[in-house]
């Protein structure tokens, strides 16, 4: 149920109602998905987003420290990534303003997927068309 069916008292509360589901295009959820669990999104192709995002474990590892590429150990636990669309801004103590941002970050951090080959495919996004063209290795 949203805030607004829940009238006035609802929208002064500073924890609001996880609002409805967007439409969104299932191709791009689809796209979204793979490149979710996409290791060639890493610098040597052993880690995805999912490594470390489980989806089937509330978004998260569950370790104390992150195992990043190069066996680099994170100094932050990995938080859900469930609903962080939702959030004001991302990471633990505001590291990235947008979610876009958060995982710019996430693909070029030596702490994560360590850049290199991620780096190249974010650069492959292309924006007139909307899509993603994924030319890693
Ligand atoms: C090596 C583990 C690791 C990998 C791989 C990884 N992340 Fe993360 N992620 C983290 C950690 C740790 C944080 C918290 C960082 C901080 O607060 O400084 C984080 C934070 C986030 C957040 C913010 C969540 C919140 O609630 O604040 C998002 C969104 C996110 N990651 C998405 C991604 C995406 C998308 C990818 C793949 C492109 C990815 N991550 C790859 C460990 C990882």
Same mark, same amino acid.
């Not at 060639?40 to 370790?63: E, I, K, V």
């Not at 996430?106 to 190249?120: F, K, V, Y």
């Given at each position: ?5 829940? &009238? %006035?008292?609802?929208?002064?509360? =500073? /924890? ?7 439409? *969104?295009? @299932?191709?791009? #959820? ?28 509330? &978004? %998260?590892?569950?370790?104390?420290? =992150? /195992? ?7 100094? *932050?636990? @990995?938080?859900? #990534? ?41 650069r492959a996004w292309d924006p007139t ?9």
């Amino acid at each position: 149920m949203s805030a607004q069916a829940l &009238g %006035a008292g609802a929208r002064m509360e =500073p /924890i609001l109602p996880i609002p409805e589901p967007p439409t *969104l295009d @299932t191709r791009l #959820v689809d796209l979204g998905a793979r490149l979710f669990a996409d290791a060639r999104l890493s610098r040597d192709g052993s880690l995805s987003c999912a490594s470390c995002h489980d989806l089937s474990h509330y &978004g %998260a590892d569950g370790l104390a420290h =992150p /195992i990043g590429v190069d066996a680099a150990q994170g100094s *932050l636990k @990995t938080p859900t #990534v469930y609903n962080s669309g939702l959030s004001f801004v991302q990471g633990w103590g505001g590291l990235a303003s947008t979610l876009d941002s958060m995982v710019a970050l996430a693909i070029e951090s030596p702490a994560s997927l360590g850049g290199g080959a991620g780096q190249s495919c974010w650069r492959a996004w292309d924006p007139t068309s909307g899509w993603w063209r994924i030319s890693t290795r």
